[in-house]
């Protein structure tokens, strides 16, 4: 079945510096989207990618997804203490359901 | 609007017992769907309910099972409960079912099995 992998698993980044996300998926997507859970929440939903090499972004964060339409990649630029907390791809083939990745959990150091 | 809302927040259980979730998503969303949330598991994917039919499994035991009414509210069962059963449980409604629907949580429920 379609599965989806998300590195690194852990991310810890100093207040002000950069990083990046990576989710990869088995099967070619129609969909991918994101979604941050901050400690003891939820997943809310960040950002929906459809087309093939699209780029998004919302103020700090950057949102990729692959040409082939298997990957996708979440960059983040300045970390800030508010960005502590797990970051979830998740993928959707058609007709399939939304398979969510194991998720990359930031913490970040000030 | 209210969000989606699922009772009880936390309960604690024994193996053995049996346990009934609720799920209340958001008016007007017609389709709900139940996430299991471990430490290093990440979500993985319980069912989804669509106008009070089940649409997609994932690999979960028979133990595990859900059901949904005609206003949408959604309730899952687990039976003989485990210690591994031990996890958030997550309620997701979304408009509608296909492509490009994104999903909102609810704040789950957490199960602990001594």
């Known amino acids: 079945g379609q599965q989806v992998m998300q590195i690194p698993q852990y991310q810890h980044v100093q207040e002000g510096e950069d990083f990046t996300t990576y989710c990869n998926s088995s099967t070619t997507l129609s969909n991918i989207q994101w979604y941050k859970q901050r400690p003891g929440g939820h997943p809310v939903f960040l950002i929906q990618?459809?087309?093939?090499?699209e780029v998004k972004k919302q103020k700090r964060l950057t949102f990729q997804f692959g040409e082939a339409k298997k990957n996708s990649s979440l960059h983040i630029t300045a970390t800030q203490t508010t960005d502590v907390g797990t970051y979830f791809c998740?993928?959707?083939?058609?007709?399939?359901?939304?398979?969510f990745g194991g998720g990359t959990r930031v913490l970040v150091k000030p | 609007k209210a969000g989606v809302t699922q009772t009880p927040r936390y309960l604690i259980k024994t193996r053995g017992q049996q346990v009934t979730l609720s799920c209340s998503p958001i008016?007007?969303?017609?389709?709900v769907s139940w996430y299991q949330q471990t430490p290093g598991q990440g979500l993985q994917f319980l069912f989804e309910y669509f106008s009070e039919t089940q649409r997609n499994k994932g690999n979960f035991p028979g133990r595990f099972s859900g059901r949904q009414f005609s206003n949408s509210r959604s309730e899952m069962n687990v039976s003989t409960l485990e210690l591994g059963d031990s996890a958030l449980y997550l309620c997701?409604?979304?408009?509608?079912?296909?492509?490009?629907?994104?999903?909102?949580f609810g704040s789950g429920t957490q199960l602990s099995v001594l």
């Open positions: 008016s007007g969303h017609r389709s």
């Open positions: 997701a409604s979304s408009l509608k079912r296909g492509l490009g629907e994104k999903l909102f």
């Open positions: 998740a993928g959707q083939a058609a007709g399939n359901k939304l398979t």
């Open positions: 990618l459809v087309k093939s090499g």
